[in-house]
């Protein structure tokens, strides 16, 4: 074989599996290349860490900080995206989506420049998911998620999620279409499965269904130009010409229908009345079975938040309804920013540590210090143990040197207080030893 074969081609026809193993072998024998391969190892990881960094300080920061900041994080995402990383991009840009759409429902954006970036973002998301599938089932149920339960963004279209969800994906965001529309006879959620419906259509190439769909539609001109674009595309001329010829000679008129005023519910009057945690999940309960809590959560959430900046309650109130909605991070984000009370945030704390958990070090501090105030046995008993989780949260960090300057300072303050003392050493925390001038 000649030296100067070109192997591209046949080395696109590997899988990914094996030209890993390939080149994984390779760089075993030549440390040039396992440096290069290292390098860039640790530039993508570094890149990714930063990219999350950036998206855990943008949320307390104005809408140009703000912006500015997630559109650094989407350029991160596009490069590596471009570059052909093999890196799992796919959390980056779900919580990237995410992020922002939840922003959006707070900032004032009159520019529509952070509406921009959520539809970059979504886009990128897709691209991600194609990359390097997630389980398609759950990337089913976050764009079910999105699309009934969302504030009506970002605009999902299932044609760039298509091979990402595979059949498994699909046939579940089918399901659920169906569901709605047997049980649903009107409302913006019967309207989000239909379009769904004729999307699913078009990305399984069902040409039958998607013609019976369009068809079924009020007569207006883009309609019939979409079923002839669809006929003509699948090969059937004949029937194409022929709807189009039906088309021009239609002259029906579409008259608008009558404008129904829908009943305020029960649910709505009581949040209204006593707006809190409790009312704000009966809301969404009864939206939800109705299609309209799209709408409806946007206003009662944006009541919450005026509650929330003016008092601690209520800002705890606001936690505690997103929590029961199952968003954690919306629950952290409006809990950093609306001061929810001391108690409230350790709870957070919890979870939020396993993720993020340089965010929770100024939580725990705060409680350990609170707890010593007391001046009791069985707080200083308790200030010992989240001086332990306090220390596991900064090994997580990779802060650990930092905790034992925390714990010398600390000690140092409260060293005349013998029983906080003997509790931190039964907890077993080694107290480093005082630095001698």
């Given at each position: ?40 190892f ?46 799992d ?10 992020d ?90 019967r ?56 088309a ?11 404008v ?135 090994k ?8 034992s ?17 003997a ?15």
């Amino acid at each position: 074989m000649s030296s100067t074969t070109d192997l591209r081609p046949y080395l696109r026809t590997l899988d990914a599996e094996t030209l890993a193993d390939l080149l994984h072998a390779h760089a075993e024998r030549d440390p040039v290349l396992r440096q290069i391969l290292e390098s860039r190892f640790v530039t993508q990881g570094s890149d990714l860490a930063e990219a999350h960094r950036l998206l855990d300080t943008a949320v307390m920061a104005g809408n140009v900080e703000y912006a500015a900041k997630v559109g650094s994080v989407l350029d991160t995402l596009q490069r590596l995206l471009d570059a052909g990383s093999r890196a799992d991009l796919a959390p980056l840009a779900r919580r990237t989506v995410d992020d922002i759409s939840e922003m959006l429902e707070q900032l004032d954006d009159a520019s529509g420049e952070i509406a921009d970036r959520l539809d970059r973002a979504a886009e990128l998301y897709a691209r991600a998911c194609v990359a390097r599938p997630p389980d398609p089932e759950s990337l089913a149920d976050w764009i079910l998620e999105v699309e009934f339960d969302g504030p009506g963004r970002p605009v999902i279209d299932l044609a760039d999620f298509a091979s990402a969800l595979g059949e498994k994906g699909i046939a579940r965001i089918k399901s659920t279409v169906d569901e709605v529309l047997a049980r649903q006879p009107a409302g913006s959620k019967r309207e989000t499965a239909e379009r769904l419906r004729e999307e699913l259509a078009e990305v399984s190439g069902d040409v039958d269904a998607l013609v019976a769909i369009l068809a079924a539609k009020p007569p207006r001109v883009d309609v019939s130009l979409k079923i002839v674009r669809v006929l003509r595309a699948a090969g059937r001329h004949s029937e194409a010409i022929a709807h189009a010829a039906r088309a021009l000679t239609h002259d029906k008129k579409e008259e608008a229908p009558p404008v129904v005023e829908e009943p305020i519910p029960l649910s709505r009057k009581e949040f209204d009345e006593n707006p809190g945690c409790v009312t704000y999940l009966a809301l969404r309960e009864e939206s939800l079975d109705t299609g309209r809590w799209v709408a409806q959560r946007k206003t009662a959430l944006a009541r919450l938040r005026e509650l929330a900046a003016g008092s601690t309650d209520a800002a705890d109130e606001l936690v505690r309804a997103l929590l029961g909605e199952d968003r954690a991070d919306e629950a952290w984000r409006a809990a950093v920013r609306f001061e929810a009370s001391l108690a409230t945030r350790v709870e957070l704390a919890e979870s939020r540590s396993i993720a993020h958990p340089a965010e929770t070090i100024p939580i725990y501090r705060e409680h350990v210090e609170e707890l010593i105030t007391r001046k009791d046995p069985n707080s200083y008993r308790e200030a010992a143990r989240q001086l332990r989780k306090l220390r596991a949260v900064h090994k997580k960090a990779g802060t650990t040197e930092e905790f034992s300057a925390y714990l010398g300072t600390v000690v140092e303050i409260h060293k005349r207080k013998t029983r906080l003392i003997a509790e931190v050493k039964a907890a077993r925390i080694a107290i480093p030893k005082p630095v001698k001038a």
